[in-house]
Nanobody, 124 residues
């Protein structure tokens, strides 16, 4: 079992930055690809980005590419999501998740473990 806990959410003005962290416990995430998803009120959960088990491959949804960056530190069992140039439409609960699909995937059903989420609110 892998337990995931997100942190770093909060309220920020448009154009600002936030750095989310996801701390894993229970077992190493070294063998897992890690993903970030988000869910805005009244909307379905959507893929934000993923990073392969080695960190060598990253994927991002079009709306965040160039603004968000995912990184991982397998030694510390953590994954980060650096979010720059934030927009009001980025407002959502952000979740990290772990997948056995080592290269990463945008399919939520391929993630076995999920965190509880952290709220990000971007004001205009």
């Amino acid at each position: 079992q892998v337990q995931l806990v997100e942190s770093g959410g909060g309220l920020v003005q448009a154009g600002g930055s936030l750095r989310l962290s996801c701390a894993a416990s229970g077992r190493t995430i070294r063998a897992y690809a890690m993903g970030w998803f988000r869910q805005a009120p009244g909307k379905e959960r959507e893929f934000v980005g993923s990073i392969s088990w080695s960190g060598g491959l990253t994927y991002y949804t079009d709306s965040v590419r160039g603004r968000f960056t995912i990184s991982r530190d397998n030694a510390k069992n953590t994954v980060n999501l650096q979010m720059n140039s934030l927009k009001p439409e980025d407002t959502a609960v952000y979740y990290c998740a772990a997948s056995s699909v080592g290269t990463g995937t945008d399919q939520s059903h391929q993630y076995e473990y999920w965190g509880q989420g952290t709220q990000v609110t971007v004001s205009s």
